[in-house]
């Protein structure tokens, strides 16, 4: 008795196969970039602010702590305009 319900559920688990369809792998490829690049601009951002906060007044630490934040906030916007694109074009195309 134990044994026919033992093969019982390896067969249905055998017949249970997971598909995952090249669409979801783009998909979640795209999304993992997305998200470590968004991560890489906020360290970014954390790092600066504190190299501007701690720069003691001197001229060229505070332009490149403003220059390095401005282009990792430029960053993140052009990751979430990415982000619309592609979810844009996958939604339409259906990719």
């Known amino acids: 008795m134990i044994n026919t319900i033992f093969l019982a559920a390896i067969e249905k688990i055998d017949n249970v196969s ?3 369809t090249p ?3 783009l998909q979640n490829g795209l999304n993992i970039a997305y998200f470590a690049i968004g991560i890489v601009a906020v360290v970014m951002i954390i790092v600066s602010g504190f190299t501007l906060f ?3 007044g001197d001229a060229e630490a505070v332009k490149k702590a403003k220059n390095t934040i401005m282009y990792a906030v430029i960053g993140l916007v052009v990751v979430i305009i990415a982000y619309a694109i592609t979810k844009f074009i996958i939604d339409t195309v259906g990719v």
């Open 23 to 25: 669409e979801q792998v």
């Open 54 to 56: 701690t720069s003691g």
């Open 18 to 20: 997971p598909v995952i």
